[in-house]
């Protein structure tokens, strides 16, 4: 395998100049996917035969949910790279996607919620998965903080990746919760390696939207992370003329 | 096509508060995370520009 990607993101300069080439179309994937994930789900899709029409809160509570985790994964991935290789990126990668983690992790509580009135006839349980779910935002909140709390920009990398990889085991916890205990929470709907629980016309749109939501955290993760990096390589020359070149001087 | 009227649609079968204000609230969250960053980045791009002014001045 060739690794030679892999040490050019060593370089913030490689970087700002890749992901400014494919940001556009992560950001016109998302805005395609979401748009046709959104009316397929919302009004193509067919009732639930149980819940009826309260069912198509699963298209957007299921890939934000899904996001919320793989995002926390990316987190210790990220902080894993950045003690082993000391790779700058890997700390940028790491406080930029936190806060959009955080904010998948709350719209997935809250749009379980919305949906778990009308089915459950409660708002919130405190079972395994709801809980382990809130853990995880209090998770992200502490690795924001943390990242914000600490001056020295080195001290504060290590502490956010130690954070992010003991936290990790959190994300098994979420997924297995539902099998592990008795929980109101129904067990996995959307599957990509066995045989989907629903019928493909209820699926398909789901997979539009999980798609979508995927490219969309892309693009706002290059988005912030591109920010970052001029910000912290503002004395460097390419950024100067980067910085000069945004701002249309001579 | 799941509703044989608009207004089925928006009732969503007597769910429609349910399902409107969930994914109000999801895109209203999304819109944010889009605005947030590109926001900071005008208003980092704006200091940067008053820095350079600053600095040719003196």
Same mark, same amino acid.
């Given at each position: 395998m060739n690794w030679t990607w892999f040490h050019k993101l060593g370089s913030p300069k490689w970087f700002y100049e890749i992901s400014g080439r494919w940001l556009p179309w992560f950001a016109v994937a998302a805005v395609l996917l979401l748009g046709v994930g959104l009316v397929w789900g919302l009004a193509f899709a067919p009732p639930d035969y149980?819940?009826?029409?309260?069912?198509?809160i699963i298209y957007i509570h299921v890939p934000v949910a899904f996001l919320a985790q793989s995002c926390y994964v990316l987190l210790a991935v990220a902080g894993a790279i950045g003690l082993v290789w000391r790779m700058k990126l890997a700390d940028i990668a790491l406080q930029c996607a936190a806060p959009i983690g955080a904010w998948m992790t709350f719209v997935a509580l809250v749009t379980g919620a919305i949906w778990g009135? /009308?089915?459950?006839?409660?708002?919130?349980?405190?079972d395994a998965r709801l809980t382990s779910m809130l853990i995880l935002l209090f998770l992200y909140f502490g690795i924001i903080a943390l990242g914000q709390a600490i001056a020295n920009r080195d001290s504060a990398a290590k502490a956010c990746a130690v954070l992010a990889i003991v936290g990790v085991v959190n994300i098994p916890i979420i997924k297995y919760s539902v099998e592990w205990w008795n929980s109101l929470h129904q067990p +996995?709907?959307?599957?990509?390696?066995?045989? /989907? +629980?629903? /019928?493909m016309e209820m699926w398909l749109p789901m997979l539009v939207m999980v798609l979508g939501i995927y490219c969309f955290f892309a693009a706002v993760l290059l988005l912030r992370m591109r920010l970052e990096v001029l910000r912290r390589e503002a004395r460097s020359n390419w950024a100067k003329s980067e910085i000069k070149a945004l701002l249309g001087a001579p | 096509m799941s509703f044989s009227s608009f207004a089925e649609f928006v009732a969503m079968g007597n769910h429609g508060l349910y399902v409107w204000s969930a994914y109000g609230i999801g895109l209203a969250v999304l819109v944010i995370n889009v605005a947030g960053p590109l926001l900071a980045r005008r208003r980092y791009l704006r200091e940067e520009a008053r820095r350079l002014r600053r600095e040719e001045s003196k």
């Open positions: 149980q819940q009826g029409n309260s069912f198509r009135k /009308p089915t459950w006839g409660t708002w919130w349980v405190w +996995a709907t959307f599957t990509l390696t066995e045989k /989907p +629980a629903m /019928p | -």
